[in-house]
């Protein structure tokens, strides 16, 4: 008598079509959430830079209506001194106050995890963030002025002379980066804070056991599993150097002589103070282009898509 053995059907499963993953309920939810970051980005980002694209081809000063002359205001922008310069400048700005705020902030992140974790502690640090970019350029303004400014007023009771901080055409920059890592290290040194605090506390037990120092740890572990975190306030911090403009405004008005006119400030004179809308909006799409160019160097340089937490 022979014996049957059964054997299932296989169900063959279909796989739902890209129409019904696209417009599923999942789907639709997830749409909800992301249309009113959606309608901001079309309306305060997409749109107006298209339009300033446009404008950048155009010679125009609010009073009329913009007259196409295609490439002339790019032309223009190759042979001007003046915007060369404000880019060298802002390069000078740029190299004062990345590095600067850059290891302020993880020396800061680091002394937070090793020493306190103190919540006090943390709102003090992000407390200058808090505040906005003229307030704090008018504080600072104050501080470091060259007759009654406090910090000259200590540095002669140290027996030193007055320093003119702003109004030096050596010291401009330097003290305008120095103002901006004032207010800036102390956000960056939580983002770094967080990052140390996602790190597998294992990796350091680990370590120690087999007699590694605290900068054998730092450098083995710290440095390299941080590195995500180090490209976002490379690449934030980056942008936000090349956009400086208010604490420009506020102290020096891109003096003296040209000494602190960064490119941002020279792209509003010429908008506002000069009347060439199609020119400044040039020198715009010339800046949105060189760091787009720049953050992809960053990222593909810094490997800013990857963890070695992941390998």
Not at 203 to 228: K, N, Q, S, V
Not at 280 to 304: E, H, K, N, P, Y
């Amino acid at each position: 008598m022979s014996t049957q053995v059964y054997t299932p059907s296989r169900t063959k499963t279909v796989s739902p079509s890209l129409w019904q993953r696209l417009f599923n309920q999942e789907a639709i939810t997830a749409y909800i959430f992301i249309l009113p970051s959606l309608i901001g980005f079309l309306a305060f980002f997409a749109i107006p830079a298209i339009r300033a694209f446009q404008i950048s081809f155009t010679e125009w000063n609010l009073l009329r209506a913009p007259k196409y002359i295609g490439l002339e205001n790019y032309q223009e922008l190759i042979g001007d001194p003046v915007f060369w310069n404000s880019l060298k400048v802002t390069l000078q700005y740029v190299v004062w106050n990345i590095p600067l705020q850059t290891v302020l902030a993880l020396f800061m992140a680091v002394v937070m995890d090793r020493v306190t974790k103190s919540m006090a502690v943390r709102g003090i640090l992000v407390m200058p963030y808090l505040m906005s970019n003229v307030i704090v350029a008018l504080i600072w303004l104050w501080l470091l002025d060259p007759n009654l400014g406090f910090v000259n007023l200590l540095i002669q009771k140290l027996g030193l002379g007055k320093q003119p901080f702003f109004v030096s055409l050596e010291q401009a920059i330097p003290t305008i980066a120095g103002v901006n890592v004032w207010r800036h290290m102390g956000f960056n040194a939580l983002l770094f804070y967080a990052g140390i605090q996602s790190i597998p506390k294992s990796f350091y037990e680990a370590a120690t056991i087999d007699g590694a120092g605290e900068w054998a740890m730092f450098r083995r572990i710290t440095l390299p599993l941080l590195r995500p975190v180090t490209v976002f306030v490379l690449v934030t911090s980056l942008v936000g150097s090349f956009q400086i403009f208010d604490t420009v405004a506020v102290t020096t008005q891109g003096g003296p002589v040209d000494a602190s006119r960064v490119v941002v400030y020279y792209i509003v004179q010429n908008a506002f103070a000069f009347s060439k809308f199609g020119y400044a909006t040039a020198m715009s799409v010339v800046l949105f282009f060189i760091l787009v160019l720049v953050t992809l160097l960053q990222m593909r340089i810094l490997r800013g898509n990857t963890s070695d937490l992941s390998s």
